[in-house]
């Protein structure tokens, strides 16, 4: 079967880093910071944070003298190195893993790394979150922790973006209440998320699939209900074959599928590759929504 995951120098997607992106290459890190230096980097950031806390805790019991300094070096490493870009690449047009109208956060067409770092090879991952006609999210107001399957995300079918193998699934996180008041997300930002960055992906990423397209390009769809993916390891599967449900898993505000495109199945030392849904971007081309637009890909197929 032939691909329906491209490369394409025509990709019309903003990128708040250089303009226009038509050559589809994206230039990403230092001057002098080369491909092979790069990679290098997302290979040895992972084990870091870990490493640091543990440092600390051992100087706090003086079991190590030096132990608190020797952390705190160590975190402020992982910081500077997460600082670091991935190696330039051509943009790949993938399909799009949801049908009908799905509202774009963190979208690399807004800035770029999306979500603030490049570890986990999220540099230009972004996040979608279902947004039906007439509404239906519940918002940021009242409650701090609502039931995921209060927002209308939770369940949505999630599809494979590109033609290729499943490389890796995991699907035994719980999916928890969203944080949908402000000192649920504060504490979420503050305590959660690092203490999930301690625990390393499957707390970050929670329940997710990773595709290996044809070209050894990987597709993550990452925040997946428990129980509900279809695939296993090992499995060919296609461009826009349904293979989990959104979720509320790892760490997540609420129900909503963070997407990505990356140069490693393990997603703690892969480097982030730009992307474009085919048909994703707000005038009907090839790109991406920027930040509160709409990604409205498949709307028949998904009513039907």
């Not at 893993?97 to 490049?118: E, F, I, Y």
């Not at 969203?178 to 929670?206: D, K, N």
């Not at 997946?224 to 293979?243: K, M, T, Y």
């Not at 505000?253 to 085919?278: I, K, N, Y």
Request: charged share 20%; hydrophobic share 40%.
């Amino acid at each position: 079967m032939e691909s329906r995951h491209t490369e394409s120098p025509d990709v019309d997607r903003r990128d708040v880093a250089g303009g226009e992106v038509g050559s589809g290459t994206v230039e990403r890190g230092g001057p002098g910071s080369g491909p092979a230096v790069r990679r290098l980097v997302a290979r040895v950031r992972p084990p870091l944070p870990a490493l640091g806390v543990l440092l600390i805790l051992a100087g706090v019991s003086d079991l190590l003298p030096w132990g608190g300094l020797a952390g705190f070096v160590v975190l402020l490493a992982f910081g500077l190195l997460d600082r670091v870009r991935p190696p330039a690449a051509p943009v790949r047009v993938v399909e799009s893993p949801v049908h009908g109208p799905w509202r774009a956060l963190n979208s690399p067409a807004t800035k770029v790394p999306s979500h603030g770092v490049n570890s986990l090879g999220q540099t230009h991952a972004i996040d979608l979150a279902y947004d039906p006609p007439g509404g239906g999210h519940p918002g940021r107001t009242g409650e701090q922790w609502r039931r995921a399957e209060e927002y209308p995300a939770f369940g949505q079918p999630v599809r494979s973006p590109v033609d290729g193998v499943v490389v890796r699934v995991h699907q035994r996180r719980r999916d928890h209440r969203a944080r949908s008041g402000g000192w649920s997300v504060l504490y979420l930002l503050v305590v959660e998320g690092f203490v999930r960055q301690v625990g390393g992906t499957r707390w970050l990423a929670g329940n997710h699939v990773v595709v290996r397209a044809d070209d050894g390009a990987c597709a993550a769809l990452v925040h997946l209900r428990r129980g509900s993916v279809r695939v296993r390891p090992g499995e060919r599967v296609v461009a826009g074959q349904q293979l989990a449900e959104c979720g509320n898993s790892g760490n997540s505000s609420e129900p909503h599928l963070h997407v990505q495109l990356c140069d490693s199945p393990r997603l703690a030392a892969a480097a982030g590759l730009p992307m474009a849904f085919r048909g994703g971007a707000p005038d009907g081309g090839d790109g991406l929504p920027a930040d509160g637009e709409l990604l409205d890909v498949g709307r028949d197929a998904a009513a039907g």
